[in-house]
């Protein structure tokens, strides 16, 4: 099982960009499909993208659509999240989790289909 290590948080003004990225140990990680949830302060985690094992294939939650772009390099054991056009409400604690693969790309939108995660890295967005 590969652990997952996210960096690349912090405060940034509305309409700006941020790029978190998500590290894995372990000699596995291409195996894993990728996701990022994120976690809204006194709010329920939420869903925010996934990425194929190849990286061949994405989907975003209708929230992010058009502004985040998910991307893996599986030479390098990394998945990031390219933020852009933020908006206040994408504040959040972000979270990168590893999990099975399946061809149908619903199943990642769900947080039970990951069984590792990282212990998350903080977004502001100040307006």
């Known amino acids: 099982q590969v652990q997952l290590v996210e960096s690349g948080g912090g405060l940034v003004q509305a309409g700006g960009s941020l790029r978190l990225s998500c590290a894995a140990s372990g000699r596995t990680f291409s195996n894993y499909a990728m996701g990022w949830f994120r976690q809204p302060p006194g709010k329920e985690r939420e869903y925010v993208a996934a990425i194929s094992t190849s990286g061949g294939r994405t989907n975003y939650a209708d929230s992010v659509k058009d502004r985040f772009a998910i991307s893996r390099d599986n030479a390098k054991n990394t998945v990031h999240l390219q933020m852009n056009s933020l908006k206040p409400e994408d504040t959040a604690v972000y979270y990168c989790?590893?999990?099975?693969?399946?061809?149908?790309?619903?199943?990642?939108?769900?947080?039970?289909?990951?069984?590792?995660w990282g212990q998350g890295t903080q977004v502001t967005v100040s307006s």
């Open positions: 989790a590893g999990g099975g693969t399946s061809s149908d790309m619903t199943y990642y939108t769900e947080s039970y289909w990951y069984s590792t």
